[in-house]
């Protein structure tokens, strides 16, 4: 038997029978932990934000278009929630803990110690660099460059205007190749 569909999920959600929200949990849990995390910065805010991001999707899976996909979605649902945690915090950087999943090498370099070791050196250079940007700054990286989102659409999910959005990232960039190179 084949796994029901996003979109039936969806549908079966809003006739109420919650079953098909959990199938929908289950299938993006770790991947919108992933974006919490990263936005975040630690694990249990991350956690606390997840279980949010979910809340949220299902309060609003009416407003769904169901005929595009749940997973992006879901996933701006979560990059906007932790942009208001952060915006109610007004809080400048904080430690960053790394998932151990993203800290894995990439599968090609086995058997090839000190390029795994670099590559995981520069993997964490550059987290840690994400880390301790501004957490408007950490957002709209978050969403150009790991949900790859055009900058219209970010201008969109942010409520910001195209050329702060462009400026965030410039500004987002340039900090980032900073704390790389000095280190």
Do not use: G, I, T
């Given at each position: 038997m084949d796994a029901p569909?996003?979109?039936s999920l969806i549908l079966d959600t809003r006739r109420g029978?919650?079953?098909a929200f959990g199938i929908l949990i289950q299938r993006y849990q770790k991947a919108?932990?992933?974006v919490c995390l990263r936005v975040m910065g630690n694990r249990e805010d991350a956690e606390d934000a997840v279980q949010e991001s979910f809340l949220r999707a299902h309060r609003y899976i009416h407003t769904i278009d169901v005929e595009r996909p749940f997973g992006p979605w879901i996933?701006?649902?979560a990059a906007n929630h932790c942009y208001g945690v952060h915006k109610k915090r007004?809080?400048?950087p904080f430690p960053y803990e790394l998932d151990d999943e993203l800290n894995r090498p990439d599968q090609d370099m086995f058997g090839q110690p000190e390029r795994v070791h670099l590559a995981?050196?520069?993997q964490q250079r550059t987290r840690q660099a994400i880390a301790a940007l501004p957490p408007h700054y950490r957002v709209v990286i978050e969403l150009r460059h790991f949900q790859e989102l055009s900058y219209q659409e970010i201008a969109s999910q942010l409520d910001l205007p195209l050329n702060t959005v462009k400026s965030h990232l410039l500004r987002?960039?340039?900090m980032l190749l900073e704390r790389i190179v000095e280190r």
């Open positions: 569909s996003d979109r029978r919650l079953e919108v932990y992933n996933k701006q649902v007004q809080s400048e995981r050196e520069k987002a960039r340039k």
